[in-house]
């Protein structure tokens, strides 16, 4: 089994910052793409940014946001900065995962973390 873990939401002004982390950890061969999805309250869970052969992000987060990884430690962190009230949302990990020892590829969901930031 995998297990997505995210940490660093949290409140904060407008204009402000924040660090999302996600880390895999269980039966994992190799991971293949890992991103950020986000809901807010009332509506669909969106894409924020993905980091995998490319590197794709939201029109609503580019120029803000920036996605990176750390293969070795099997994570992936969101840089946000500019923050809008608009971001506020449950931030959830993804990763594509091809897991041990069978080669079998699968995707997961971390359990989300908030981030609200305040106008």
């Known amino acids: 089994q995998v297990q997505l873990v995210e940490s660093g939401g949290g409140l904060v002004q407008a204009g402000g910052s924040l660090r999302l982390s996600c880390t895999a950890s269980?039966?994992?061969?190799?991971?293949?793409?890992m991103g950020w999805y986000r809901q807010a309250p009332g509506k669909q869970r969106e894409l924020v940014a993905t980091s995998g052969g490319r590197t794709n992000y939201a029109d609503s987060v580019q120029g803000r946001f920036t996605i990176s990884r750390d293969n070795a430690k099997k994570m992936v962190y969101l840089q946000m900065n500019s923050l809008k009230p608009e971001d506020t949302a449950v931030y959830y990990c993804?990763?594509?995962?091809?897991?041990?020892?069978?080669?079998?590829?699968?995707?997961?969901w971390g359990q989300g973390t908030q981030v609200t930031v305040s106008s």
């Open positions: 269980g039966s994992i061969f190799s991971i293949n793409a």
């Open positions: 993804n990763a594509d995962v091809v897991g041990a020892p069978w080669g079998k590829l699968s995707n997961y």
